[in-house]
């Protein structure tokens, strides 16, 4: 099972406790320059880029930039990493980074070939690496690290666990859940791809033990079943925490891709009954609005 | 992108699957050849991108010159859940002995290739019980996995070799074309005891477009859908009245849904993307602006580090250039919302601070 905070954050003996090394791939990119400076802003500890052809050079005066993940790997030290290449590009740029001895890869990247996740994943399982996307917005835990493209004002620190497939749905809902006085743990993107490095379950794998976790929001849609299986896990292992779902796509039509490649209906699969159905199988309740994801949070932790 | 049958068979014929003499055609003069060259007795089929053909009167038998003069129209004309015929297949009919199930598909939550098989074919696979399910990783169908299925299934002899040919030339293709999904249903046992796909169901992958040029023919988009796709947005046409615009595939569906809720019919889903800017909400506006059946326009926009007065300069230009002419019901979560809301009075937009306030007033303003 994955570490995640062992990965984000270390631990508290650790010299880089909080301050571990994140090597940007594509940072003098014009998406990758732009969220290098944001994450850098927000506190994370960025201690390298990589871009083919412009090792020796500095990113904003300050980060080193490398040839290969190989050379930044062997500089930093570094065990995560975030992709910004373009989609054709992904494959070539997640073996680099894997071979190199990358364990957390985070990949922004839309559009990337279904193949391609699936070889990049393969060889992931081979170096015991964690991939978080493709078409993820990232991963975060709010007021220390952010590794992606959020926004920074939806979030705040707390004891709430988001995991999200859609992006703007995150922001939308840790907004929602901010205003409410729910601060987030950690958030989770999983990326609306067909196939996902890491899967809501993974991902609820990663949160279910955190210490003090107060309650777990998952927000899915349409397309898939991993919502499902997520349902099933919790009743099988009997996941006692307060959680609240929400299901976008309700009103999309059958067969036709809605803006993400994984979000899809065909036949039943992946409909939002379905999910909504074991949701309700689970006893977790689903909002039919992201502004009543928190009204209904709060609703489960007075029972 | 879903390929027609017509499609997906000139691929399986392009691998060497075995089928029935078939001819596609769009019209009933070019079809009147085609039953000549063909000759009596073929089945007539309705192409479209949907199941259910057969119940809704899309397959017909078809015996003479007069029998098809009075069905080939009829089925030309037909709309399956709201799908018109892209063209009309004229098959060879088939004295078939039993129908099986044959099909390989992206599982999506165990992250593998899966080939799905069963001795009951011809109905949806989902009623069938008798499921035979292998995992085969990325797509690879080797030998022994391939004549266990036949086993499974019950086959002997050229029968089993027959589905043992069909399932390897099916991984061949999954494989070289980046398929989510291949299926052959009805694969049928013919007196002769061969196996023949009689139809045929392709989904690929649109992602890995890019390297198959030769799979293009086949995409179908609209004008404004291509449009929407060089602009890089996502844009799904639907057939309501009010035009859904947001930035993020999450966040818009999530809005037609809630308008849906408040009785109000969507004209069409467009992701402009993660960002906004100016440039991106005035393309958006320019697409819609040539969907005839829009009365308004729903913009839901989270826009984080966007500036919403970036966004109100958008609106205040497609007014200005004549581009629209309809009102726009708005929520601008983001940056100078006020400065937004002051740039924008005594124009048409309105903007809310909650989407429920937009969506309400959205409905109540189409209203005629």
Do not use: W
Request: include cysteine; glycine fraction near 10%.
């Amino acid at each position: 099972m994955t570490d995640i905070f062992g990965l984000l954050k270390g631990k508290p003996e650790d010299s880089d406790y909080e301050k571990k090394g994140v090597i940007v791939q594509g940072i003098t990119g014009s998406y990758g320059s732009i969220h290098a400076k944001q994450m850098i802003a927000y506190g994370t500890n960025v201690v390298a880029g990589v871009t083919p052809g412009k090792g020796g050079q500095k990113f904003e005066e300050t980060v080193p930039i490398y040839n290969s993940m190989q050379e930044a790997v062997d500089a930093t030290n570094a065990k995560i990493s975030i992709l910004f290449v373009p989609a054709k590009f992904f494959l070539a740029a997640a073996k680099d980074a894997l071979n190199s001895g990358i364990k957390l890869l985070v990949a922004i990247p839309e559009h990337v070939p279904i193949r391609d996740t699936m070889e990049a994943l393969d060889l992931a399982k081979q170096k015991g690496a964690v991939i978080i996307g493709p078409n993820t917005p990232g991963i975060m835990i709010p007021e220390l690290i952010k590794i992606g493209i959020m926004p920074p004002m939806p979030f705040k620190a707390g004891k709430i666990a988001v995991l999200s497939k859609s992006g703007t749905l995150l922001y939308e809902i840790s907004d929602a859940l901010t205003n409410a006085g729910f601060g987030q743990s950690i958030t989770i993107g999983i990326g609306g791809d067909p196939v996902n490095g890491t899967r809501l379950i993974d991902a609820f794998e990663m949160v279910k033990d955190i210490s003090d976790l107060e309650g777990l929001v998952i927000v899915g849609e349409i397309g898939g079943d991993s919502e499902e299986m997520l349902a099933q896990k919790i009743i099988d292992l009997g996941f006692n925490k307060p959680t609240v779902a929400y299901i976008a796509g309700r009103a999309a039509p059958k067969e036709k891709r809605m803006g993400h490649a994984g979000a899809i209906v065909m036949g039943t699969y992946g409909s939002a009954e379905s999910k909504v159905s074991m949701f309700n199988k689970a006893n977790i309740p689903v909002a039919k609005r992201p502004a009543e994801v928190p009204v209904l949070l709060a609703g489960k932790m007075e029972k | 992108m879903q390929l027609l049958e017509f499609q997906a068979k000139e691929l399986f014929r392009e691998y060497g699957i075995s089928l029935l003499d078939s001819i596609s055609s769009t019209n009933i003069e070019e079809g009147k050849k085609h039953a000549k060259q063909l000759g009596y007795p073929f089945v007539i089929k309705i192409q479209v991108p949907v199941g259910g053909r057969g119940k809704a009167g899309g397959i017909q038998k078809c015996q003479n010159d007069d029998e098809f003069d009075i069905k080939y129209p009829q089925v030309m004309d037909l709309e399956i859940k709201g799908e018109k015929a892209r063209a009309i297949l004229l098959e060879k009919m088939a004295d078939i002995k039993k129908e099986l199930y044959l099909s390989i598909f992206l599982n999506r939550s165990k992250r593998c290739y899966t080939i799905i098989a069963s001795a009951e074919g011809g109905v949806e696979i989902e009623s069938v019980k008798t499921q035979i399910i292998k995992e085969i990783g990325l797509g690879d169908v080797s030998d022994e996995v391939a004549k266990e299925v036949a086993k499974e299934m019950g086959l002997e002899g050229i029968t089993a070799e027959g589905v043992v040919d069909t399932l390897k030339k099916l991984s061949k293709l999954t494989i070289e074309k980046e398929a989510e999904l291949v299926e052959i249903n009805p694969l049928a046992i013919m007196q002769d005891d061969r196996v023949m796909a009689l139809d045929g169901k392709f989904v690929t992958d649109d992602n890995a477009n890019f390297r198959h040029d030769e799979l293009q023919k086949y995409q179908e988009r609209t004008e404004i859908e291509e449009q929407a796709e060089k602009s890089g947005f996502s844009l799904v046409e639907l057939d309501g009245d009010i035009a859904v615009v947001g930035n993020g595939a999450g966040l818009v569906m999530s809005t037609l849904d809630m308008l849906s809720d408040n009785g109000g019919k969507p004209a069409c889903f467009l992701d402009v993307g993660g960002g906004a800017t100016t440039e991106s909400v005035y393309e958006a506006l320019t697409l819609i602006s040539k969907l005839d059946r829009v009365k308004g326009i729903l913009v839901n926009l989270y826009g984080g580090i966007v500036k919403t007065t970036v966004v109100a300069e958008a609106f205040l230009k497609a007014y200005e250039n004549n581009l629209i002419d309809i009102p726009v019901f708005s929520r601008l979560k983001g940056t100078e919302s006020e400065k937004a809301k002051e740039m924008l009075q005594g124009s048409r937009t309105n903007i809310f601070d909650s989407v429920e306030e937009a969506i309400n007033a959205a409905v109540m303003g189409t209203k005629k």
